[in-house]
């Protein structure tokens, strides 16, 4: 059912996608639900097992339908027993002679599911276009043994995480010895740039002597020099890959290299907490399952160790006061989370006045 | 004392009879408080056993009188130590010369106490009127046997509660085996009456072949059908009759059927939040005391762990939102609950343009 | 650095000496935080072991500079490596070419530590009088084993414990037998004199018999009545010296009676919450360590059990609301609390029309 939702007071980008869940989150047969954008959203595989989402909210009295039962594709609400189906239309009213009001219908989302996400579309529905969904395909073919994919929970606002991954001069700073970059970052100014479809690239290259730990014992020379780069590419809303690698005598990190395919997005759950979704692949020991479990716990810890903990108590210290009442002193490595943030605040301003 | 108090913002309608507290929950010696319509009250019994109800803050500095102590019938405040009668004047003033300003005195409010139930006015007090009471005689004639009170709290608004004992239909779908009505309630269009008193009242009548399982083993052949009804009468603010029975052979279900009468009240604490008040009697067994335990359990069970989480869940769904804001979805089983949502809110309207 | 804040919307009077912390909870490594007046306050002492104050919360992202390092009287920003030193001034910026924004600085606090307290000063930094922080000598001078210091945390408005300590008639109603003052404070209109600099004293005098608990054993004759006298003096904005004590035979309680030289004062975290600090010293037993411990023992547990539950107690029915819309009941004993809120209220009020 495409139910017109109203967008005018939302501080949040309607139209885009964003990612809902892991496709492991949601299995053959519960009713998994989600706060999505500050609406509580109901997901659940068909027979055929695709993804389908509705507004976890029955239209009669509000009872959440995840409390609800299954009949095959059908949902039937746990309170007074309407049912639902995969396209929201309520097809069974046990009331009275069974007639079903018109307005007896819940709100359904586009989902696209690809390369391990469960991406939704909260915004007009005509302007879903799938080829907006970002290109993940690298956690799709290589082998299980090389991608992970996890979930974390933030209590601050969603775009505290995306300023964190645009800006990575604080990898000097902040991470422990496994990501260090030995104050390599800081000093450049990054190298920013537009892309098509309001994407914004970020770019570092550097040398460090030893390689940054993580990737040390996969160089040719482990206690020597070698090249560095890391690479973000932001898509509005709120999702970015990363490439990161390092490499001795080429300039092929690719074929000579040892790169990760990291990717993280993050979708608001309220204007004060956030769903945060990462995955994780590489181009080498591709084959080795424990050192595949390893890296990404590693990841994930230095994520909520390091990461979490600061961007938390700074969302305590901002509290609800916009960004830049705030008046924040501005630094050379802000440049692409600045951009970002301008771009983002453009389209959502444009969609607003649309 | 009689105070006006500030009626005109409250939510609640204020010229009403709600229950304020179980008889058993107000002993002969304890300070007894709870929070009703936003406001603190104390409650405790004076010597000749009477509960005396007055506002829960001394008109000093605000502690609670409840923190104090009781001198006969007379409290002690904690905290400066201004004693207060139970007409809820101030009767000694331990500071300077011992005068007692005029103003010095705390709201009481009107109680009447009746059937197991400590009920409150607080509303103008000349408005009260002891008639409008309801008739619960049944919970003192019966023997104790087959009589039962209980408490419940829950974190949703008051109206839910009403909506959800005010349409039944409910039971074919939320509730277990104990209460299941099997789907006959739902196709039916309830017969909703208006009584005097602002009352109004709805019944359903049905076959259910065998009867629901809480009547089954009281019917001549427990196998076989069995005519059933329920029948609840509300009246304003929030209380609510419900009958339910069972028969065969017959269509005089006192005499000749098993009946339960049961009784549901409600007394918002805060706007959020909702104390619920339950008794139960019957016409079989009346003898049988762990009969009567065992059934108020199971009574108490189903609400707490079928109709509690859906309420709160729906409460959270719907948050601050006004009911009608919201478009709920109207179905024939809503007939009596709307018919008293409306008689409630004209109700409201009209003593607060008073 | 000098940053002049945003005074006009604060409840608090901002140019005034607030206690911020004890100077034993400020060692000479750790970074200590505290909110004070609604704003997160780092200190730690320098290598020179004088204390600093600056805002926590760098001006670049607004992380929490207690979350960072210290290099030497340096502090490092946990998230992007800024440098700030002691003066709240950027001294090194490790992004791009390492050059300073303007901006790029943290309001820094005048602090004056004396007596084992730390002072802070939140206002306007030119109008910052070393004069006015209040003479507790006593407690530097008196050998340590007749001198304690403690911190407690009251959830309720910082006003409602100024009141507490000014209207001592509720310690003959409100504590037990240690503190007692068996209905002796109460019948009087104590003696309130303003003082300069906007102090208020209030004192009563009586007999007591036999002496107080807290005083009887150091009294000639335990069991005779004593002569017993308590003064208080306030200073905005909000502390309290406090001496009691008792004698016989004589009028002179200094040299021939048992004295305590209490000191209360309070300093809000919020609206909401407070910072309870607390010092005690007495001209009997001094050289006594065990009877130091067990007296400021007892007194902490006085407060913690008999006063602080009242006092948020209070709050709790007290709420948002104004203390005057409040409509209090004004008592004799009151004399002294409302002088003082109301030169608070005109101290407030001209700092906020100047």
Chains 1, 2, 3 share one sequence.
Not at 79 to 108: M, R, S, W
Not at 181 to 209: C, F, H, M, Y
Request: charged residues 25%; hydrophobic residues 40%.
């Amino acid at each position: 059912m495409i139910i017109t939702s109203d967008k005018t007071t939302s501080p949040f980008l309607r139209n885009a996608w964003y990612i809902a869940a892991l496709s492991k989150e949601v299995d053959d047969e519960a009713l998994f639900t989600r706060k999505l954008l500050n609406e509580s959203v109901l997901m659940y595989r068909n027979e055929a097992k695709q993804v389908i989402a509705m507004r976890d909210r029955c239209p009669h009295r509000f009872a959440p339908l995840s409390m609800g039962k299954r009949l095959g594709d059908v949902i039937q609400c746990h309170y007074h027993g309407l049912h639902f189906d995969a396209q929201g239309e309520c097809v069974h009213n046990p009331h009275g002679n069974g007639k079903i009001p018109k307005a007896c219908a819940v709100q359904t989302y586009p989902i696209i599911e690809r390369d391990g996400f469960i991406w939704i579309w909260m915004g007009d529905q005509e302007k879903a276009d799938a080829a907006m969904v970002r290109n993940l395909s690298i956690y799709t073919e290589n082998p299980e043994s090389a991608v992970g994919h996890d979930y974390m929970y933030n209590k601050c606002r969603y775009d505290l995480v995306v300023d964190n991954v645009m800006d990575l001069s604080h990898v000097d700073h902040l991470h422990g010895p496994l990501l260090n970059s030995a104050g390599k970052l800081s000093p450049q100014v990054p190298q920013v740039k537009e892309l098509d479809n309001n994407r914004i690239s970020i770019r570092w290259d550097w040398t460090q002597e030893p390689a940054m730990l993580l990737f040390r014992e996969h160089m040719p020379r482990t206690e020597d020099a070698a090249q560095m780069f890391v690479e973000v590419v932001w898509q509005a809303p709120a999702s970015m890959t990363l490439e990161v690698g390092a490499v001795q005598d080429s300039s092929d990190f690719t074929n000579d290299g040892a790169v990760l395919y990291d990717f993280h997005a993050v979708t608001p759950e309220t204007e004060h907490t956030t769903h945060y979704f990462f995955a994780s692949s590489r181009n080498y020991k591709m084959d080795d399952c424990e050192y595949n479990r390893m890296k990404m716990e590693g990841m994930i810890e230095a994520f909520t160790q390091e990461d979490k903990p600061v961007l938390e108590a700074q969302y305590r210290e901002m509290g609800d006061q916009d960004f830049w009442e705030l008046n924040p002193v501005l630094l050379s490595s802000d440049v692409g989370s600045l951009r970002v943030r301008r771009t983002l605040d453009k389209l959502i301003a444009e969609e607003q006045q649309a």
